[in-house]
């Protein structure tokens, strides 16, 4: 007792014992004051929750917590918390009604490893706020869900359909025929004009593009995401950064062309678009001048083009392999575009007169469920949300598969069924729940064009040929276990691609 009154009276111990006092106290009062936090499983030191995490399907794990948690709930990816928002009713109220709060993007390491903040997908602030509202403005002059492009992707359905016919009904796999197509639309959008399949950059341009999307989404990659000093033993890291860096630079050969040939008089796609606003605003001393830099121009450019590209051509892939799964329904199909179209171009105007093909292409995003966890959103202050306390800063994760295949919104969630999207009359149902582009502030930027190319190219296929698994594959063989990465894509498979001529 007597050598604890001495050390108290010392000074410098009685200002610890002090400061220590002041410092339990602003705890007490700060715990008290964040209020309830979600619940989730008890984390780890250092490595949170990974043990419950299977970091190759990480939308099956969070399913799982989901339906033990609730729709609000703490999961720690290694010393990294995140606030998972599960169910549609709960990702709506959060994207929508709270779009500002939930709105940033969280500045995962690699995100920043890649555009540093620059472009419009993985950015925010005020940089972010004009090039988003650029990129919108500018992709709806050159025709985003308008005619205009239209006649573009009718243009390219030409030259896809002559790829698919000169197979010959033997099997093929799908994906490069279909990723060249979608790439040549983005393209004729972004530098103004389209490439031949097989011009040699451009299938460097459009395999760089898949590249990127795949390495990001390797399982080694999330964890660096969440243990960043393991980035130098890490090969992937490596050459996913080597990938970027001569995607880049392909980039910049491409837009120096079209600088050399700038013309006020005659925008030829989103770069001369860009170029021209940057001397303008120059010219004019505005303020959002600072914005419109090389930077923010490639990687705009590169955000349009791998994200534009990847999830529409995966979004396809998906929906042939349904229809040779699933032979019954694309029988339906095509008895319902042969009475309604007969032989000629389908167009978007034909859409609302063809409810069961509609029903099928919107079954078909939803069961691809191609972007499970979104991509990552970060609060952009404190917020109270259904009843709990997220501090700002914390990572978001809008869990798209739980909205996608939530009991309560969908007949068969686990099925594939068009019947979700038909009333009882068989007229097309629009469904709230549906959200495979997301919804508030990061909606997917190209919704508009993207819908109009699922729906052009998947009709004008399934009126052309008919799709089955190879020889000796029966339907029931067709294997559907998604390849999961950033982008869920189908298993590794062939098609046969038989012309219905």
Wanted: proline share 5%.
């Amino acid at each position: 007792m007597a050598l604890v009154q001495e050390l108290v009276q010392t000074p410098s111990v009685f200002t610890l014992v002090a400061a220590l006092l002041v410092l339990l106290v602003f705890c007490l009062l700060s715990t008290n004051h964040k209020g309830k936090e979600p619940p989730g499983p008890r984390a780890l030191p250092l490595i949170g929750n990974l043990l419950q995490l299977d970091l190759k399907r990480p939308h099956l794990s969070l399913g799982k917590l989901y339906k033990q948690y609730g729709s609000v709930f703490t999961v720690y990816f290694g010393p990294k918390k995140v606030v998972v928002l599960a169910g549609y009713r709960t990702v709506r109220e959060a994207l929508v009604n709270h779009a500002v709060e939930f709105g940033d993007r969280e500045m995962q390491p690699v995100f920043h490893d890649f555009s540093h903040e620059h472009g419009v997908l993985f950015a925010n602030g005020d940089s972010w706020k004009e090039m988003r509202r650029f990129a919108l403005s500018t992709l709806r002059d050159f025709g985003m869900g308008k005619r205009g492009i239209e006649e573009k992707i009718v243009e390219e359905i030409h030259y896809m359909t002559e790829v698919f016919a000169n197979f010959t009904g033997k099997p093929f796999d799908t994906t490069e025929a279909l990723n060249h197509s979608v790439s040549n639309i983005i393209s004729s959008i972004v530098y103004g004009n389209r490439f031949e399949y097989d011009d040699p950059e451009f299938q460097k341009m459009v395999y760089l593009a898949k590249q990127r999307i795949k390495l990001t989404g390797d399982p080694a990659i999330n964890l660096y995401n969440m243990f960043p000093r393991l980035r130098p033993w890490l090969k992937v890291w490596t050459t996913l950064m080597n990938t970027i860096e001569v995607s880049l630079e392909q980039e910049r050969g491409l837009i120096r062309k079209l600088q050399e040939t700038l013309n006020s008089e005659d925008k030829r796609g989103f770069v001369d678009a860009f170029l021209l606003r940057q001397q303008e605003v120059k010219k004019s001393g505005e303020q959002v001048s600072q914005y419109y830099h090389e930077k923010n121009l490639l990687y705009t450019v590169s955000n349009l083009y791998a994200a534009g590209t990847d999830t529409t051509a995966t979004t396809l892939r998906w929906g042939l392999l349904f229809m040779a799964k699933y032979p019954h329904i694309q029988d339906r199909v095509q008895e319902e575009l042969d009475r309604v179209i007969g032989g000629r171009q389908t167009r978007v105007e034909d859409r609302k007169n063809l409810p069961y093909t509609d029903a099928v292409i919107h079954e078909i995003q939803r069961m691809g469920n191609i972007i499970p966890l979104n991509l990552p959103h970060v609060t952009s202050c404190d917020v109270v949300f259904q009843g709990y306390h997220i501090r700002k800063g914390t990572v978001i994760i809008p869990f798209l598969t739980s909205v996608l295949r939530d009991e309560s919104e969908w007949e068969s969630p686990n099925t594939f069924n068009p019947g979700h999207f038909l009333d009882d009359h068989g007229r097309f149902v629009k469904k709230d729940a549906f959200m495979p582009f997301s919804a508030g502030r990061r909606v997917c930027l190209g919704e508009s064009l993207a819908r109009m190319e699922i729906f052009l190219f998947f009709t004008s296929l399934l009126q052309k040929f008919r799709f089955t698994p190879p020889p000796g594959v029966s339907e029931c063989d067709l294997d559907l276990t998604p390849t999961v990465g950033l982008v869920v894509s189908p298993p590794a498979h062939k098609l046969c691609a038989v012309s219905r001529a």
